[in-house]
């Protein structure tokens, strides 16, 4: 499994690479039980997690999609699907900021974990798709991922239609931050990577912690909550430096 899975570090960034190209990186269960457990290490030894993949494409969903195995019981079916909600959860809980590079097709579970970095690089030649109606399979586990990152008509659009949308109009709905001309992905990682090493690490944790409650609270909550963040960042002396 450790091969399919690739974990270095350079310096203070933490890179994590689905490594199965020759399947166009389909991530199977025991994977994604191991890709949370990657997040979740490298985000206590790591300024910023950098989230990419090997080959041609990003991820081309699950290892069984499409597959119709024996039927089970509501309750093993659940059971089943809680790695998948851990793996989600793991790029939300991240105390260090993700970034994905998403370089070729994003399908389905690959889609999810596009949307789920905190920030997202396209390449031109990127596409997304949540293809799961068309295999008569009600894709609310892959909307779970994208809820709090697309606008509703978007999702619901993605979902029922079940089409291919192209980098720039994934760049329109939120569901990636930025677009580059696929000779320049890597460099526009790179420049952005190297900003970030660039910021306190104070600062870099804050505004993660801020996105990742603000969104759920009321407009008096979250004022409270950025009131207290920044009087506390920026009285770190980590902040004069």
């Known amino acids: 499994m450790a091969e399919f899975l690739r974990y270095e570090?350079?310096?203070d960034v933490g890179i994590i690479t689905l490594n199965r190209p020759e399947?166009?990186?389909?991530?199977?269960?025991?994977?994604a039980d191991q890709l949370a457990e990657m997040i979740d290490a490298a985000a206590k030894e790591s300024r910023l997690i950098l989230f990419k993949a090997a080959g041609e494409e990003f991820c081309l969903g699950r290892e069984a999609m499409g597959q119709r195995g024996p039927a089970l019981e509501a309750y093993d079916v659940r059971g089943r699907g809680e790695v998948i909600f851990n793996c989600y959860d793991a790029f939300?809980?991240?105390?260090?900021?993700?970034i994905g590079v998403v370089q070729g097709k994003a399908v389905g579970f690959g889609c999810a974990l596009a949307a789920l970095c905190d920030i997202t690089i396209a390449s031109e030649?990127?596409?997304?798709?949540?293809p799961e109606m068309s295999h008569n399979i009600m894709p609310t586990i892959?909307?779970?991922?994208?809820?709090?990152?697309v606008a509703l008509k978007a999702l619901m659009y993605l979902v029922y239609s079940t089409e291919e949308i192209d980098a720039r109009q994934a760049l329109s709905i939120g569901l990636v931050s930025s677009v580059a001309p696929a000779n320049k992905l890597d460099s526009a990682v790179s420049q952005l990577v190297d900003k970030l090493k660039k910021c306190p690490l104070p600062a870099l944790m804050a505004v993660k912690e801020y996105a990742r409650f603000a969104y759920g609270m009321d407009t008096q909550?979250?004022?409270?909550f950025a009131k207290n963040l920044h009087a506390t960042i920026n009285s770190s002396s980590a902040m004069r430096k």
Not at 23 to 31: A, E, H, K, L
Not at 125 to 130: P, V
Not at 221 to 224: E, F, L, P, S
């Open 221 to 224: 909550a979250a004022n409270d």
């Open 92 to 98: 939300r809980r991240s105390k260090a900021p993700v």
């Open 142 to 149: 892959a909307m779970s991922a994208l809820i709090d990152r």
């Open 125 to 130: 030649k990127a596409r997304f798709q949540l």
């Open 23 to 31: 399947i166009g990186n389909r991530v199977s269960d025991p994977m």
């Open 9 to 11: 570090r350079d310096g």
